[in-house]
């Protein structure tokens, strides 16, 4: 099943692939079964969707996008978009992620995809992963069917994960704890998982579960695509067993929160279009705040109107970027809500909205001895946070 609404005159289209974890045995496949049951089954889907942020029809919430022909495509096979097994003895479910991105493009290509121009596969947290999976698949698709006009690109929102060491190792029990490359390593077997053949043939055989992680299978792409992703991701901390609950953070914490986001800006700095705020949160394409968010003062639908605008130029002449028109967008601020413009935090326990300084304080930040590891005056490096600099 799909959602989708159409724009007769426009001839760009935006697919989005949803999100939200996935399951990688029957123990912990059964478990989302019972009390995610809508991340399992379409039996309870609504018969209609509101879209929001980059799916919205509002101009005022989704300045480039507000026109386009949208699809939505709901999360139900709980296989971060890849897998291709159909239900049988030894396996109670059937986990159909990159088939099913291949059914919805079939039928849609009889609704119009056939005059279009451009096709931007988006989504975030798993559907984010889903992109960088299968947006060369759906270019060859088209291709095969075709539709050689249609500019095919992939816009992925926090599904950039790192498999780096957890900061307290865990056990692999359930997707929580686990850490990020033992669970794709079981899913992807679980799932019969499949990658893009240009990304498989970079790694031994049974060594494909490098191909979900951004940094890894990215060189490895045709399509332009462009990285969303916070420095301070919420799910990579979980996944890393980093727990910012109520208690202020230990100092080897903090470190390695504050390394994370080292390594993650790294990892991102030879991606063309990026848009990496130093903020802690998850997903953020589909949310209404999300023209708010700024980095360097460049808000993320103008960089993606920049993108768009340097991938039409650059069909004409030679890869020159548009002054005034960033598209490598990263914070270099060293701790998560440097930047102003993040989404507000609110204090866990009391629901109370924090604002940056508050937070810190509430992570355990000593501001005296970060101001003369800085070797600043305290009061200096108080001004520096709250203004994000």
Same mark, same amino acid.
């Given at each position: 099943?799909?959602?989708?609404?159409?724009?007769?005159?426009?001839?760009?289209? =935006? =697919? +989005?692939?949803?999100?939200?974890?996935?399951?990688?045995?029957?123990?912990?496949?059964? *478990?989302?079964?019972?009390?995610?049951?809508?991340?399992?089954?379409?039996?309870?889907?609504?018969?209609?969707?509101?879209?929001?942020?980059? !799916?919205?029809?509002? @101009? $005022?919430?989704?300045?480039?996008?507000?026109?386009?022909?949208?699809?939505?495509?709901?999360?139900?096979?709980?296989?971060?978009?890849?897998?291709?097994?159909?239900?049988?003895?030894?396996?109670?479910?059937?986990?159909?992620?990159? =088939?099913?991105?291949?059914?919805?493009?079939?039928?849609?290509?009889?609704?119009?995809?056939?005059?279009?121009?451009?096709?931007? !596969?988006?989504?975030?947290?798993?559907?984010?992963?889903?992109?960088?999976?299968?947006?060369?698949?759906?270019?060859?698709? !088209?291709?095969?069917?075709?539709?050689?006009?249609?500019?095919?690109?992939?816009?992925?929102?926090?599904?950039?994960?790192?498999?780096?060491?957890?900061?307290?190792?865990?056990?692999?029990?359930?997707?929580?704890?686990?850490? @990020?490359?033992?669970?794709?390593?079981?899913?992807?077997?679980?799932? %019969?998982?499949?990658?893009?053949?240009?990304?498989?043939? /970079? +790694?031994?055989?049974?060594?494909?579960?490098?191909? +979900?992680?951004?940094?890894?299978?990215?060189?490895?792409?045709?399509?332009?695509?462009?990285?969303?992703?916070? #420095?301070?991701?919420?799910?990579?901390?979980?996944?890393?067993?980093?727990? !910012?609950?109520?208690? @202020?953070?230990?100092?080897?914490?903090?470190?390695?929160?504050?390394?994370?986001?080292?390594?993650?800006?790294?990892?991102?700095?030879?991606?063309?279009?990026?848009?990496?705020?130093?903020?802690?949160?998850?997903?953020?394409?589909?949310?209404?705040?999300? *023209?708010?968010?700024?980095?360097?003062?460049?808000?993320?639908?103008?960089?993606?109107?920049?993108?768009?605008?340097? #991938?039409?130029?650059?069909?004409?002449?030679?890869?020159? @970027?548009?002054?005034?028109?960033?598209?490598?967008?990263?914070?270099?601020?060293?701790?998560?809500?440097?930047?102003?413009?993040?989404?507000?935090?609110?204090?866990?326990?009391?629901?109370? $909205?924090? %604002?940056?300084? /508050?937070?810190?304080?509430?992570?355990?930040?000593?501001?005296?001895?970060?101001?003369? /590891?800085?070797?600043?005056?305290?009061?200096?490096?108080?001004?520096?946070?709250?203004?994000?600099?």
């Amino acid at each position: 099943s799909y959602y989708l609404k159409e724009s007769k005159g426009s001839r760009r289209w =935006l =697919l +989005f692939l949803e999100g939200g974890w996935y399951c990688f045995n029957r123990e912990n496949c059964d *478990t989302r079964y019972d009390t995610m049951r809508r991340l399992m089954s379409s039996r309870e889907w609504p018969a209609t969707r509101v879209g929001t942020g980059i !799916l919205s029809s509002q @101009p $005022e919430e989704n300045p480039h996008w507000w026109n386009a022909n949208m699809v939505f495509i709901p999360y139900c096979s709980s296989d971060v978009w890849s897998g291709a097994s159909s239900k049988s003895e030894k396996n109670e479910y059937a986990f159909m992620g990159a =088939l099913i991105i291949q059914e919805v493009i079939k039928e849609l290509v009889g609704k119009g995809l056939s005059t279009a121009k451009v096709l931007l !596969l988006a989504g975030s947290s798993a559907g984010g992963t889903g992109v960088l999976l299968n947006v060369d698949r759906v270019a060859e698709q !088209l291709e095969e069917m075709g539709y050689q006009g249609i500019q095919v690109r992939g816009l992925a929102d926090s599904g950039w994960f790192l498999d780096n060491k957890q900061y307290r190792r865990t056990d692999c029990i359930d997707t929580i704890t686990c850490a @990020p490359t033992e669970a794709i390593r079981r899913g992807i077997r679980y799932w %019969n998982g499949i990658v893009p053949k240009r990304c498989k043939l /970079q +790694f031994k055989e049974g060594e494909e579960w490098n191909c +979900f992680f951004g940094y890894k299978i990215y060189p490895t792409l045709r399509c332009p695509v462009f990285v969303v992703q916070w #420095l301070f991701d919420e799910a990579q901390l979980t996944v890393d067993n980093v727990h !910012l609950t109520g208690q @202020p953070v230990q100092e080897g914490q903090w470190l390695y929160i504050q390394n994370l986001g080292r390594e993650l800006r790294n990892t991102l700095k030879d991606v063309t279009a990026s848009f990496a705020p130093a903020c802690l949160s998850h997903e953020i394409i589909t949310r209404n705040h999300w *023209t708010d968010i700024q980095v360097k003062g460049t808000s993320l639908p103008r960089a993606l109107h920049c993108w768009d605008r340097s #991938l039409h130029e650059s069909n004409k002449n030679g890869k020159v @970027p548009l002054k005034g028109c960033p598209i490598h967008l990263i914070d270099s601020c060293p701790w998560p809500h440097c930047n102003p413009s993040c989404p507000t935090i609110r204090d866990q326990f009391t629901g109370q $909205e924090m %604002n940056v300084i /508050q937070f810190l304080m509430h992570m355990g930040f000593d501001v005296q001895k970060m101001a003369q /590891q800085q070797g600043l005056e305290p009061s200096k490096l108080l001004g520096m946070l709250s203004s994000g600099n």
